[in-house]
């Protein structure tokens, strides 16, 4: 049966900017969350789109989700599936109620106009009572070592979220502390990171209400865990970021050169005069 999408609803009616309280507890924690950056029309809408990008019937599609759990070629039912990039396939998502607050609430916390930011989404699942945590982390260790970051993410899940079913969980003042060493959690093809060492004893989880949100700062450390309850966990985190500068410098990433040497043969590749990439 084809699964289908609610019309987008109006988003004249929620307007919601950070104080400067709330832009001060941000730039010293690393991460806020608010308790209403939409309307539960809205989320009703979004979790529409959702479930459609996550119905069987939609596997093969462009942009389908990937399990993120599992070795890719497992066969076996995801328990952390992830599909990027929503807005390219319902553009309707950059103009919603969300998108609109979540960047005026971006541009505030990095002290930028919000004409500098640019974004992108994901959507990631964590099926009932089976979900698999996702390691302490910070984002820009996923992101190319040559470049330079100033950046954020507001994780909006598609219901009120519980610490049981995998809500955001956040470490203070991580931010400040730089890029920490990260290690591949599983083959470096798969790509998933988790941090060194982390001490946790200091996390803050936090659940949220129907049409909340959470941000974090790109170097915050953060963490989920599974989903034990009998519902489906479904969040629409979006990146918001200004346009990345190359560095003078590369910093030198561990798991990053791994990563590489997994997915090409430097060796075995030659530019041509035109920046064409062949394999010699
Ligand atoms: O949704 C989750 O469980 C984890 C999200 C996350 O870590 C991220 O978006 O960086």
Redesign the pocket.
């Given at each position: 049966m084809a699964t289908r999408v609610m019309s987008p609803p109006s988003t004249a009616d929620l307007t919601v900017s950070p104080t400067a309280e709330e832009i001060a507890r941000f730039r010293q924690d690393g991460f806020l969350s608010v308790e209403r950056i939409t309307t539960d029309e809205e989320i009703a809408w979004l979790r529409s789109i959702f479930e459609l990008v996550f119905s069987d019937e939609e596997a093969d599609a462009a942009g389908a989700p990937l399990d993120r759990s599992r070795p890719l070629d497992s066969g076996e039912p995801g328990r952390?599936r992830?599909a990027f990039f929503p807005e390219v396939r319902f553009p309707e998502i950059l103009a919603s109620t969300f998108h609109r607050n979540a960047r005026r609430y971006a541009a505030a916390l990095l002290g930028v106009e919000e004409g500098a930011l640019t974004s992108w989404s994901?959507m990631?699942e964590?099926p009932q009572g089976d979900?698999s945590?996702?390691a302490w982390?910070q984002?820009e260790a996923?992101w190319e070592p040559e470049l330079e970051y100033h950046a954020l993410?507001a994780?909006l899940p598609l219901h009120e979220v519980t610490v049981d079913m995998?809500c955001?969980q956040f470490i203070p003042g991580s931010h400040l502390r730089g890029i920490v060493p990260h290690r591949h959690d599983a083959d470096p093809r798969e790509n998933k990171l988790a941090a060194i060492d982390v001490d946790d004893s200091t996390a803050v989880p936090c659940p949220l209400p129907l049409g909340g949100v959470t941000f974090?700062h790109a170097r915050t450390l953060?963490?989920?865990a599974p989903n034990v309850t009998d519902r489906r966990?479904m969040?629409l985190?979006s990146?918001f970021q200004v346009a990345p500068v190359r560095r003078a410098v590369p910093t030198d990433h561990a798991w990053w050169r791994e990563r590489r040497a997994f997915i090409s043969a430097p060796d075995e590749i030659s530019y041509l005069a035109d920046g064409t990439r062949v394999r010699v």
């Open positions: 952390l992830q994901h990631i964590k979900g945590p996702v982390h984002d996923y993410a994780w995998g955001m974090h953060h963490h989920t966990r969040a985190p990146e």
